[in-house]
């Protein structure tokens, strides 16, 4: 470790905690590692400290894929308040992690995945976290990944909404504004969608169902669909970084 260095990369880990992704993402890239353990062990504290109710917690969501993917996936996030929330309460290392919305935009989730999966060949797994307003831009891309038998898997947390734009509306509306659109029904399968093109489906319910459906996903060998509903109020209301990521778009913010 260079002169210095430890007390920058300390100085880094110290400015975006609880946003680990970013501080774990420094620290492989300069092998680091026994500072990004401190800070996984950090994060993990963080999200078991969260209360569960009968819906999934998008930070439970998140620390359960992490338990359940192999070493060193190419992770791909598409979405809204998900990605933030993957952000903050990710643990898995990982040496090749897009996030589409540092472009400003959603949808390339899977096309990104697709292009990644044929770059590293068999040598990795390519994995996408995404929203579910954002898995439905470009859906139809997965008969390519059938028909090109890539082994992807997508983890789609569901809030029937675009979870991010709802707590942008109540911002500059208030709570009480008059019901926005942003919301949609929750009777859309994303697993049945998946085995109508000739992918794997699982969808999940319970929080200790993830790990084990995550894993049937990768040993299907196949590309797979894991759809998990998601807690909407928690998901748009309490997201993780929101002041931080509505300084991306400039002064006046994301609204
Ligand atoms: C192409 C495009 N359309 C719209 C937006 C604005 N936008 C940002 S986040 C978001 C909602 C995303 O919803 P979802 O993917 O379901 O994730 P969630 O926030 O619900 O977790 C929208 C519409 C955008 N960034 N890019
Ligand atoms: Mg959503």
């Known amino acids: 470790m260079t002169p210095g260095a430890s007390s920058r990369l300390l100085d880094i880990l110290d400015v975006t905690a609880p946003y680990a992704t970013t501080a774990a993402n420094h620290a492989i890239a300069q092998d680091y590692s026994d500072i990004l353990d401190a800070t996984v062990k950090e994060t993990a504290h963080t999200a078991e400290a969260s209360p569960a109710g009968p819906l999934i917690h998008p930070a439970h969501m998140a620390i359960e894929i992490s338990r359940a993917l192999p070493q060193d996936p190419v992770i791909i996030r598409d979405g809204g308040a998900v990605c933030l929330w993957h952000m903050a309460y990710n643990t898995t290392r990982s040496s090749d992690m897009h996030w589409c919305q540092n472009f400003g935009h959603l949808d390339m989730g899977i096309p990104l995945a697709i292009g990644a999966q044929l770059a590293v060949g068999d040598s990795r797994r390519v994995v996408v976290i995404s929203g579910d307003l954002a898995f439905q831009f470009h859906i ?116």
């Open 140 to 255: 139809s891309e997965l008969e390519t990944a059938v028909r090109k038998n890539l082994p992807i898997v997508f983890i789609v947390g569901c809030d029937y909404a675009w979870g991010l734009e709802v707590k942008v509306y109540n911002h500059a509306f208030g709570n009480e504004a008059p019901y926005t659109e942003a919301r949609w029904g929750d009777q859309v399968r994303f697993d049945k969608i998946a085995e109508g093109y000739g992918a794997y489906g699982e969808f999940v319910e319970r929080r200790e169902d993830i790990v084990p459906a995550v894993q049937r996903a990768l040993a299907s060998g196949r590309p797979a669909v894991v759809q998990i509903p998601i807690d909407p109020e928690i998901n748009a209301t309490e997201v993780p970084g929101f002041e931080e990521f509505a300084t991306w778009y400039g002064d006046k913010g994301y609204s």
